[in-house]
């Protein structure tokens, strides 16, 4: 298991951007695969983005691909999402997590989760 935090969110305009930020605490961040799902109000948790533990393969959802963005620094114990061209329909909650599969898009296969962050965008 590995405990995950995230920040970065906030209230920002339509296209505006943001970067969410998701720091990892132990040793063994390198070898889970990272992932950033969202919760609007109302909806199911949604995939968003998913990184491999070497940050050599990403996935993104047909909803945000070419606009948003997902890092990690192995060195740092953190994964980002780079947020662009943001739309009100991006507002939810932002969770990141960890999965020990080499890759993973479904939530189920993620084991440990952060609190999440807001991410509200006005029009």
């Known amino acids: 298991q590995v405990q995950l935090v995230e920040s970065g969110g906030g209230l920002v305009q339509a296209e505006g951007s943001l970067r969410l930020s998701c720091a990892a605490s132990?040793?063994?961040?390198?070898?889970?695969?990272m992932g950033w799902f969202r919760q609007a109000p109302g909806k199911e948790r949604e995939f968003v983005a998913v990184?491999?533990?070497?940050?050599?393969?990403?996935y993104y959802a047909d909803s945000v691909k070419g606009r948003f963005t997902i890092s990690r620094d192995n060195a740092k114990n953190t994964v980002y999402l780079q947020m662009n061209r943001l739309k009100p329909e991006d507002t939810a909650v932002y969770y990141c997590?960890?999965?020990?599969?080499?890759?993973?898009?479904?939530?189920?296969?993620?084991?440990?989760w952060g609190q999440g962050t807001q991410v509200t965008v006005s029009s």
């Open positions: 132990g040793r063994t961040f390198s070898r889970y695969s």
């Open positions: 990184i491999s533990w070497s940050g050599g393969s990403t």
């Open positions: 997590a960890a999965t020990s599969l080499t890759f993973a898009t479904m939530g189920k296969n993620f084991g440990s």
